[in-house]
């Protein structure tokens, strides 16, 4: 039995021998040859970098940081010292894409103008207006037109009311536009100036190609006429009549009608004054009578005044008023 100790002994302790002496022959030799190998190659042979090869300190951060600093700023002073800028690096990138977006079938093709349903018709001058707009310099592609880009372009024309923008792939854009329908000609301190229906100047406009257009006279009586354009839209045989519209006082409205009768309107309730001269003209044909002057300023009365003369002399109103 002790015997059969003595050689188990002998045999646990033999295989760590052999490897110390296997280990100790290998320092003899020198190193392996994977540790020999450069940093780098051992990486990819293991598989991968792991927690140990990677070792990010504040430091490191900071040096990092720092460097990406100085690169930014190499790079603008390289832009400067070559005269040029941002703005003409970012540029030159635009219109580089453009051009690719162009070459791969996005070329503007067509850009279409129409009249809203139901509005103005837009005549060719105007369409050749808005599409001188929509398209920038140096652009090729329909990616480069942005949809509102191009409707606030367009709606920056003073004869414009509003638009509608939208592309149709690959090639086309079209654009719907509402003109400012033209409404009247305002005379202000000489100034002859034709206005939408709010009163604002459509400067495109030239009063001499309106002459049907009711004339409106007075230092702020563009804006402050709409109510009575309105009303006017309604009552025909008025509108008909009607030479010009004054402002007095800034407070209340004169018509002049083009027999050269002067109507008087009231401060409040114009629109109600005119449409009780339009129920007058329908049932006794009072504007067409020899008079030279109709008060309406008092609610619920009329003063008329008779023309002296008409025609050679003095006339009688026929039928009375």
Not at 104 to 111: K, L, P, S, Y
Not at 126 to 147: F, N, T, Y
Not at 242 to 250: A, E, F, G, K
Not at 261 to 276: F, H, K, S, T
Request: aromatic letters at 4%; zero cysteines.
């Amino acid at each position: 039995m002790a015997a059969v100790k003595a050689r188990r002994g002998r045999g646990q302790n033999h295989e760590p021998a052999r490897g110390k002496r296997r280990r100790a022959a290998q320092h003899s030799h020198g190193p392996s040859p994977y540790e020999s190998m450069p940093r780098l190659a051992r990486i990819k042979l293991s598989g991968g970098i792991s927690g140990d090869d990677v070792n990010v300190t504040p430091k490191s951060l900071v040096m990092g940081l720092a460097g990406a600093v100085l690169f930014i700023g190499a790079g603008i002073a390289g832009a400067a010292w070559l005269g040029s800028s941002l703005f003409d690096v970012r540029e030159a990138f635009a219109r580089g894409a453009d051009g690719v977006a162009a070459s791969a079938g996005f070329e503007i093709g067509d850009v279409e103008i129409a009249a809203i349903e139901g509005g103005l018709e837009i005549t060719p001058q105007r369409a050749s207006e808005v599409r001188a707009l929509i398209v920038p310099e140096g652009r090729q592609s329909v990616l480069s037109l942005d949809p509102q880009d191009v409707q606030a372009r367009v709606e920056s024309l003073d004869w414009v009311a509003s638009a509608r923008v939208r592309r149709l792939w690959p090639s086309t854009m079209v654009v719907e536009v509402e003109r400012r329908q033209e409404y009247a000609v305002w005379q202000e301190d000489g100034e002859v100036s034709v206005i939408d229906v709010n009163g604002e100047r459509l400067l495109a406009e030239r009063a001499a190609d309106h002459p049907d257009l009711p004339l409106v006279i007075g230092r702020g009586a563009g804006p402050a006429a709409e109510p009575l354009l309105l009303a006017l839209e309604g009552l025909p045989q008025v509108r008909e009549r009607l030479q010009s519209l004054t402002r007095v006082s800034d407070r209340r409205w004169n018509l002049e009608l083009m027999s050269g009768a002067i109507v008087a309107l009231p401060e409040q309730g114009a629109a109600d004054a005119l449409a009780r001269l339009e129920r007058l003209q329908s049932q006794h044909a009072l504007l067409d009578r020899p008079l030279s002057q109709i008060d309406l300023r008092v609610p619920h009365r009329m003063a008329i005044r008779v023309h002296p003369t008409l025609a050679g002399g003095p006339r009688l109103l026929l039928g009375g008023a």
